[in-house]
């Protein structure tokens, strides 16, 4: 048995420590580096860095770009698809700069689709009334990760903390007392190869953790999507809310030998159909007759569920077999070299 004595490890200080290496974290990292060169910061993931969530999205990034789109438009499709529950204000104030935030990307490197013409190709998903999908093939996700590990490794002011878990975060105050004011001073750090758990003080901790989608046996969130960020910040006194709104993706590839792979809703968006399994029929038709298969999330899964609980279903299929092969090859190559790996046939439909 080995005592707390024995696991303790470095006492370190940085200016700020982020935890978090998703999209969300090492953005800031990089601006925060724009912004104050020279600043010492510790990046802390508890896998390698880039791994999570944001690397196994597919679709894409929404953000007004064509002549037919507007901002206004997309807050209304955005308002709509929260069924009455959005901050508008909020929401104005994301869809308004998300043009800005894709040039951003494009500046540091990030290659998504063009057209012939060298227009960005961009898709349609669910709720959108307008192609305004930034995507990267079907592998949007890792070609974003990727590029912004890369910028992230070439900063010399960034101490890389991979592999280590934040188990607690360092606070003046840890209950919640009315009237009490925390200040959070850095955190411990538990080397998860190693053992020994540091001691990591900085003026500014940045929680860029994710959220906790993997409370759910079947979902596309990835297995490092457990709640710590939430979970250490109301220990410490933070307040939290809206912690039922965990969403994800409708349509999951059901097969014995592959756990919770996406299909992304892109398809869908590209004109796949989703049948019941027995009868062939487009379901949605009877639920969702106007915008069918590119109806918002909480629709479609509902749909689904339905119909499956309804007639006693394991799932449902999504049939691409009406759809041009060459396109489907250009735009989703790891679906289909994943479905072509386990003997599926997306053109046939076996």
Wanted: aromatic share 6%; net charge negative; hydrophobic share 40%.
């Amino acid at each position: 048995m080995v005592g707390f004595s024995q696991q303790r490890g470095d006492r370190l200080d940085f200016d700020v420590i982020v935890v978090g290496s998703g999209i969300a974290g090492l953005s800031y990292v990089l601006e925060l580096l724009d912004a104050r060169p020279g600043a010492r910061v510790a990046l802390v993931t508890k896998d390698r860095l880039g791994e999570g969530n944001s690397r196994y999205a597919q679709g894409g990034i929404a953000s007004v770009a064509r002549a037919d789109d507007s901002i206004d438009q997309h807050v209304a499709d955005t308002l709509s698809a929260g069924d009455g529950l959005c901050l508008e204000s909020a929401v104005r104030e994301i869809l308004g700069r998300a043009p800005e935030c894709m040039q951003r990307l494009i500046a540091r490197g990030v290659a998504f689709d063009r057209d012939r013409d060298q227009s960005y190709d961009l898709a349609l998903e669910g709720g959108h009334s307008r192609r305004r999908i930034y995507h990267a093939g079907d592998r949007t996700g890792e070609a974003i990760i990727e590029t912004l590990v890369a910028r992230v490794r070439d900063r010399a002011e960034v101490q890389i903390f991979e592999h280590h878990t934040v188990v607690g975060l360092i606070a003046s105050t840890l209950k919640h007392r009315p009237g009490s004011a925390p200040e959070v001073h850095g955190a411990y750090l538990l080397d998860g190869q190693a053992g020994p758990i540091h001691v990591v003080r900085a003026r500014v901790t940045v929680l860029a953790t994710g959220g906790a989608g993997k409370v759910y046996r079947y979902t596309s969130n990835s297995e490092l999507a457990t709640g710590d960020g939430i979970a250490m910040a109301y220990r410490v006194g933070a307040r939290v809310g809206n912690l039922e709104f965990y969403q994800f993706h409708p349509t999951l590839l059901y097969h014995s030998e592959v756990n919770n792979f996406l299909i992304t809703e892109a398809l869908r968006g590209e004109g796949a159909h989703l049948c019941h399994p027995r009868t062939g029929e487009r379901f949605m038709e009877r639920y969702e007759p106007r915008a069918m298969e590119l109806a918002t999330r909480d629709k479609v899964v509902r749909a689904i569920f339905t119909e499956m609980e309804r007639d006693g279903l394991d799932n449902v299929r999504l049939d691409v077999r009406h759809l041009d092969s060459e396109k489907l090859a250009g735009h989703f190559p790891l679906i289909l070299s994943t479905l072509k790996r386990l003997g599926i046939d997306v053109e046939k439909g076996t």
